[in-house]
């Protein structure tokens, strides 16, 4: 590992929030917009953790809900920064529903999110890079690449042509 690199799970942040009923909609589940906020403050906990400076999001990716959280659950969100580009950082997400009275946990939703570290007057600064470790890590770092790719290129600061991760992808 070199001197400027940090592992996953040096960032690794779980965040833990109760749902109660200004949480929800009128059919006792959790609203995607409050869900969406938690995920975006632990995102930006995990991306300080890993480059020791303030941070902003710059992109969220699709999330999709698999399955409902209810009024009374508990929601556990783990966030880490799967990989590093120069200022930017890819996190990963992966979001939890308790139900504490009949003992049980189930995957609600998982997601990427992007930020940027900034310097002391507000621009964009150098990261440490990640050094993956588990196979999880591992996978989810090397499709990191892919995913900023189309992240640049649905942004508009990438041609298509120019993405030669996700071209690969594609050649028969």
């Not at 009275?101 to 507000?122: C, I, M, R, W």
Request: hydrophobic share 40%.
């Amino acid at each position: 590992m070199d001197q400027f690199s940090k592992t996953a799970k040096e960032s690794s942040v779980t965040m833990t929030e109760l749902v109660l009923p200004n949480d929800t909609n009128m059919f006792g589940n959790l609203m995607g917009g409050r869900l969406m906020y938690w995920m975006d403050i632990a995102a930006a906990l995990a991306a300080m953790k890993h480059c020791g400076t303030p941070v902003v999001t710059a992109s969220v990716d699709n999330i999709s809900f698999e399955n409902p959280i209810k009024l009374g659950n508990a929601v556990h969100i783990q966030a880490r920064v799967s990989r590093a580009f120069n200022t930017s950082m890819e996190i990963y997400m992966s979001v939890w529903g308790e139900d504490a009275l009949h003992q049980y946990k189930y995957k609600s939703n998982e997601a990427y999110f992007t930020f940027v570290a900034l310097d002391p007057n507000g621009k964009p600064r150098k990261v440490p890079n990640v050094t993956p470790e588990s196979e999880e890590e591992i996978k989810l770092f090397e499709g990191a690449l892919r995913r900023r790719q189309v992240r640049l290129i649905l942004g508009g600061k990438m041609k298509p042509d120019d993405a030669t991760e996700l071209k690969a992808l594609f050649k028969l």
